[in-house]
């Protein structure tokens, strides 16, 4: 069974500072793994989507790095503003059935 | 964005009664899913379909049922409602399921009394 975990469930951070969001999961042989973002009240809009094969996937201030061996994904902010503040979640395919393993997501602040 | 329209965006109903959350997207993308979200169970996945007329179970499929006649509308189906049940649904759709990103509604919260 695939059980992915986010570390830090909060986040509080001044604008400017850099943002660095965990994910870990229990099973390595994984698909893809995708990260995204949730507003109050909102749906999930998704961010970067990693391959297997990739090391890190990039888009503007977002950057994604995975190391299966180790279970392992890091979601990068650079110079986070207060309209990044919104919870981040990221999601990885079970290996028996290719379903959609949630972590229950990081709630990040950015204060002005 | 994604063209998906969930609806209602919100409803109260009864225990006992059913009621029935509608999906529908102009992406023609082949795989539709029904997610609930709940706090400290995060998201879970209620029923998939992989085209029209094939629907799989998810992880928390009982009291649920879905169907698909159509490729732009999966329809999930509360046959009676409980309390438990009450929760924010969320549906996604992908063409190639989880081989690439999913794109989500904006949900419709449910209140079962």
């Known amino acids: 069974k695939q059980e992915v975990t986010q570390i830090p469930a909060a986040l509080s951070v001044p604008e400017g500072e850099n943002l660095v969001l965990n994910c870990s999961f229990t099973?390595?042989?994984?698909?893809?793994l995708q990260w995204f973002r949730q507003d109050p009240g909102k749906g999930l809009t998704s961010l970067l989507l990693?391959?297997?094969?990739?090391r890190e996937q990039t888009s503007g201030r977002l950057n994604a790095s995975l190391d299966k061996s180790s279970g392992r994904s890091t979601l990068y902010i650079a110079a986070s503003q207060p309209g990044d503040s919104a919870t981040y979640l990221c999601?990885?395919?079970?290996?028996?059935?290719?379903?959609?393993?949630f972590g229950a997501g990081t709630t990040v602040t950015v204060r002005a | 964005d994604a063209g998906i329209t969930q609806s209602p965006r919100h409803k109260v109903t009864e225990t006992g009664t059913p009621v029935t959350l509608r999906c529908h997207q102009t992406e023609n993308h082949r795989y539709m899913y029904w997610y609930r979200q709940d706090p400290g169970h995060g998201l879970r996945l209620i029923h998939y379909s992989y085209g029209v007329k094939d629907t799989d179970k998810g992880e928390v499929s009982d009291g649920y049922s879905v169907s698909r006649s159509k490729t732009e509308d999966f329809l999930l189906t509360l046959e009676s409602a409980t309390s438990s049940q009450t929760s924010v649904y969320f549906c996604?759709?992908?063409?190639?399921?989880?081989?690439?990103?999913?794109?989500f509604g904006s949900g419709t919260q449910l209140s079962v009394l």
């Open positions: 996604a759709i992908s063409e190639y399921g989880v081989r690439e990103k999913l794109f």
């Open positions: 999601a990885v395919p079970r290996s028996n059935d290719y379903k959609l393993s």
């Open positions: 990693i391959q297997s094969s990739q």
């Open positions: 099973d390595s042989a994984i698909y893809n």
